[in-house]
C-alpha cells in the first residue's frame, strides 16, 4: 500500500468501523475475517462488493436479519474426520449447530423470481436436517451420550446395565433365552440317547447270542453273516447319533457356565460411552450386516450381534441408513439413531 492509501485509511478510521463490523460477527472466524478486511482499488471488484453489499440491506429491511447464534469453526474437526479420525461430544455438538444455522438461513432465505447477486451465497448451503437431529439425538450435551448413539452401542449397554444391577437375576434371564423352545428339545434328546444306549446294550447281547449259535452249529453261515452284518451297522449308526447327542448336551451344559461368564464380563460397561476394537474384541464373537433393504419407506440394514459365550440374545437389530453427502461429494452410510 502506498503512502497516501494508508493515511486515507486512518482518516477515515478503517480500523474502528472493521472493530464495529467484528463485534457483529457471530463466530470466531467470522470476527477474524472482518478484522483482516482491506479497501479494494479494483473498481469492478468494488462494484460487486457495493451491489452485493445493497442486496443485502434490501433483503433485511423485508425480512429482518437472519438468525444466527453458536457457530463455531469446525473446518478441523471436519477434515480430521475425513482422514477417519474421532470426534469428540463437544466437536459433535458444534457441528450440528453449524447444520442448524445452515438451515435456519436457508428456510430465511427465499429466491427472488428476478434473482440477486447474493443469491449464490444461499444457494452454496447445504442443510443435513437428518445429521443434524442424529447428532442431537445421540448426545443430549456434552457430557452425556445416548444409548441411541449407535445400534451397537445400546445393545451393549442395555446388557451392561442388566447385569451391573443384579449380575444372578441377569444370567437367569440370559439362561430363561437360551433355553426358550429348548428345554423340549433337550428333553427329547436325552430320551432319545437313553434309548439309543439301551438299545446298543441290547445289540451286544444280541452278536454274542448269534455267535453262539452259529459255533453250536444252530445257525447257518449265511444267516450268520447277515444277521451279523445288520447288527453291526445298526451298532455304527446309534453309537454316531449318539455322539452327536451327546456333544449337543455337554454344549449346552457348557453354555449355562458361559451365560455366567458373559454376565460377569459385560457387568463393568454400563457406562461406556463409544465402541472401540479393544471393547469389541472383549464382549463381541462377531457382527453379521446384512443387504440394505426398503422397509416401510425406509432404507435399513439388518445386523445380528453374536457375543462371547452366548452367541446372539436377539432378533436382529435395524440400522437406517440415509446419504450425508460432504465436502468431497463422497456418499457416506451413517447410522440410524433408534
Same mark, same amino acid.
Given at each position: 500500500?502506498?503512502?497516501?492509501?494508508?493515511?486515507?485509511?486512518?482518516?477515515?478510521?478503517?480500523?474502528?468501523?472493521?472493530?464495529?463490523?467484528?463485534?457483529?460477527?457471530?463466530?470466531?472466524?467470522?470476527?477474524?475475517?472482518?478484522?483482516?478486511?482491506?479497501?479494494?482499488?479494483?473498481?469492478?471488484?468494488?462494484?460487486?462488493?457495493?451491489?452485493?453489499?445493497?442486496?443485502?440491506?434490501?433483503?433485511?429491511?423485508?425480512?429482518?436479519?437472519?438468525?444466527?447464534?453458536?457457530?463455531?469453526?469446525?473446518?478441523?474437526?471436519?477434515?480430521?474426520?475425513?482422514?477417519?479420525?474421532?470426534?469428540?461430544?463437544?466437536?459433535?455438538?458444534?457441528?450440528?449447530?453449524?447444520?442448524?444455522?445452515?438451515?435456519?438461513?436457508?428456510?430465511?432465505?427465499?429466491?427472488?423470481?428476478?434473482?440477486?447477486?447474493?443469491?449464490?451465497?444461499?444457494?452454496?448451503?447445504?442443510?443435513?436436517?437428518?445429521?443434524?437431529?442424529?447428532?442431537?439425538?445421540?448426545?443430549?450435551?456434552?457430557?452425556?451420550?445416548?444409548?441411541?448413539?449407535?445400534?451397537?452401542? +445400546?445393545?451393549? @449397554? !442395555?446388557?451392561?446395565? #442388566?447385569?451391573?444391577?443384579?449380575?444372578?437375576? /441377569?444370567? $437367569?434371564?440370559?439362561? %430363561?433365552?437360551?433355553?426358550?423352545?429348548?428345554?423340549?428339545?433337550?428333553?427329547?434328546?436325552?430320551?432319545?440317547?437313553? +434309548?439309543?444306549? @439301551? !438299545?446298543?446294550?441290547? #445289540?451286544?447281547?444280541?452278536?454274542?447270542?448269534? /455267535?453262539? $449259535?452259529?459255533?453250536? %452249529?444252530?445257525?447257518?453261515?449265511?444267516?450268520?453273516?447277515?444277521?451279523?452284518?445288520?447288527?453291526?451297522?445298526?451298532?455304527?449308526?446309534?453309537?454316531?447319533?449318539?455322539?452327536?447327542?451327546?456333544?449337543?448336551?455337554?454344549?449346552?451344559?457348557?453354555?449355562?457356565? %458361559?451365560?455366567?461368564?458373559?454376565?460377569?464380563?459385560?457387568?463393568?460397561?454400563?457406562?461406556?460411552?463409544?465402541?472401540?476394537?479393544?471393547?469389541?474384541?472383549?464382549?463381541?464373537?462377531?457382527?453379521?450386516?446384512?443387504?440394505?433393504?426398503?422397509?416401510?419407506?425406509?432404507?435399513?440394514?439388518?445386523?445380528?450381534?453374536?457375543?462371547?459365550?452366548?452367541?446372539?440374545?436377539?432378533?436382529?437389530?435395524?440400522?437406517?441408513?440415509?446419504?450425508?453427502?460432504?465436502?468431497?461429494?463422497?456418499?457416506?452410510?451413517?447410522?440410524?439413531?433408534?
Amino acid at each position: 500500500m502506498s503512502e497516501l492509501f494508508e493515511k486515507s485509511i486512518r482518516v477515515l478510521e478503517l480500523p474502528r468501523l472493521l472493530e464495529m463490523l467484528e463485534h457483529h460477527a457471530v463466530s470466531a472466524e467470522a470476527k477474524a475475517r472482518a478484522r483482516r478486511l482491506t479497501p479494494s482499488d479494483d473498481f469492478g471488484e468494488v462494484n460487486r462488493l457495493l451491489d452485493e453489499t445493497d442486496a443485502a440491506r434490501k433483503m433485511i429491511m423485508l425480512r429482518g436479519s437472519p438468525a444466527f447464534g453458536g457457530v463455531r469453526d469446525v473446518g478441523e474437526a471436519l477434515s480430521r474426520a475425513e482422514r477417519g479420525g474421532m470426534l469428540n461430544t463437544r466437536e459433535l455438538l458444534d457441528i450440528a449447530g453449524l447444520l442448524t444455522n445452515v438451515r435456519r438461513v436457508q428456510e430465511y432465505y427465499k429466491e427472488d423470481e428476478e434473482g440477486t447477486v447474493i443469491d449464490k451465497l444461499f444457494l452454496s448451503l447445504h442443510p443435513n436436517r437428518f445429521l443434524e437431529e442424529k447428532i442431537k439425538r445421540a448426545i443430549p450435551d456434552e457430557d452425556t451420550i445416548a444409548d441411541a448413539a449407535s445400534t451397537e452401542l +445400546a445393545d451393549i @449397554r !442395555r446388557h451392561a446395565m #442388566l447385569a451391573a444391577e443384579d449380575t444372578d437375576a /441377569y444370567a $437367569d434371564y440370559l439362561m %430363561g433365552l437360551s433355553q426358550a423352545g429348548q428345554l423340549n428339545e433337550q428333553k427329547a434328546m436325552k430320551k432319545e440317547l437313553d +434309548a439309543a444306549q @439301551r !438299545r446298543l446294550s441290547e #445289540l451286544t447281547t444280541l452278536v454274542q447270542r448269534i /455267535y453262539e $449259535d452259529n459255533v453250536f %452249529g444252530r445257525l447257518s453261515d449265511d444267516l450268520y453273516q447277515t444277521l451279523s452284518a445288520k447288527y453291526e451297522a445298526e451298532t455304527k449308526e446309534l453309537k454316531t447319533r449318539a455322539a452327536e447327542i451327546q456333544a449337543l448336551l455337554t454344549e449346552a451344559t457348557n453354555k449355562t457356565q %458361559g451365560i455366567q461368564d458373559f454376565a460377569d464380563l459385560v457387568a463393568p460397561y454400563a457406562d461406556i460411552t463409544e465402541l472401540d476394537e479393544e471393547l469389541v474384541h472383549t464382549l463381541i464373537e462377531k457382527i453379521i450386516v446384512h443387504e440394505k433393504e426398503i422397509i416401510d419407506g425406509e432404507t435399513v440394514m439388518r445386523i445380528e450381534i453374536y457375543y462371547r459365550f452366548i452367541g446372539k440374545t436377539s432378533d436382529c437389530l435395524n440400522r437406517s441408513v440415509a446419504p450425508i453427502k460432504t465436502k468431497t461429494e463422497s456418499v457416506v452410510a451413517t447410522d440410524s439413531i433408534a
